[in-house]
């Protein structure tokens, strides 16, 4: 009886494992895909959709490889790099800082956090959509960038979504299309690693997640290349009317998902 039982249980396991392995497989091909037409999307997708099987920090932590791998190969694609490096330091600096400041004072996940989060995405999108723009002036961007990636530092930590406030602040610094999505893959490298780091820290981390991160990043690839052949065959305009209605989904996403 008790090896029947016990059978029974690794097999429930074993199904409950496929069950996971798939689910993860289609949300990272969905997120992968977004990714690659705007240039984001792809932590809230997957951490949104995973999370209604899993606990947020689980999904988070599966959420570390593909994004990671994703968010470097983002930054290499169009070359000058090294530019836009130099012009975001500041920005980055500052999202380290915030992250380290998070992950010791804040609990990831906070579901008000979420919410005005997705909130504040959703109405951003609404502006971008009605195309009323924003512009930093350059002499600003060191003090300002700051600012921002502090904020965004932390928000992603409380959230585990990295759009809030970087993604409005690059959109004010008048970068071409195939620059912002470089930009973005900078921003969100960054703040991927120091994730990482918080999630570590907080002993979320763990090699028990090997198999769904590795389809997980398999899958987010393969959307991802689909989503930048689509990315280079539309005009700048229907590439901008795209990602803000991305951000508008995102950001209802975000708050709906707390609410509901």
């Known amino acids: 009886m008790r090896i029947a039982a016990r059978a029974a249980v690794a ?15 289609g949300t990272y091909l969905l997120a992968g895909f977004i990714k690659g037409v705007i240039g984001l999307g792809l932590p809230t ?25 994703t968010n470097v190969w983002q ?18 600096v500052g999202i380290c800082v915030g992250t380290v400041i998070a992950a010791v ?3 990831p996940s906070r579901g008000e956090a979420t919410i005005w989060l997705g909130a504040i995405l959703a109405l951003y999108a609404v502006l971008g959509l009605l195309k009323v723009h924003f512009k930093v002036p350059r002499r600003a961007e060191s003090w300002l960038g700051i600012v921002i990636g502090v904020v965004n530092g932390v928000l992603s930590v409380a959230t585990s979504v990295f759009v809030i406030p970087a993604m409005p602040y690059l959109q004010s610094l008048d970068l071409d299309r195939d620059r912002l999505v470089q930009a973005l ?3 969100f490298t960054v703040s991927t690693i120091t994730l990482a780091v918080a999630l570590a820290h907080a002993g979320q981390l763990t090699w028990s997640l090997w198999l769904p991160s590795a389809v997980a990043l398999v899958t987010a690839i393969v959307g991802m290349v689909i989503g930048q052949a689509v990315r280079g065959r ?6 901008r009317l795209c990602l ?12 709906l998902r707390q609410l509901l």
């Open 105 to 107: 004072f804040f609990p």
């Open 234 to 239: 539309i005009s700048p305009t229907t590439f």
């Open 75 to 92: 930054c290499f694609v169009g070359g000058a790099v090294l530019g836009l490096l130099r012009r975001l330091a500041s920005l980055l």
């Open 45 to 69: 997708v997957a951490v949104g959709l995973l999370g209604l099987m899993m606990s947020p920090a689980q999904a988070a932590a599966i959420l570390v490889v593909p994004s990671l791998v």
């Open 185 to 187: 893959g900078l921003s």
């Open 244 to 255: 803000f209605l991305g951000l508008l989904a995102l950001g209802l996403h975000l708050a």
């Open 11 to 25: 097999q429930s396991r074993a199904v409950e494992t496929w069950h996971v392995l798939i689910a993860t497989a």
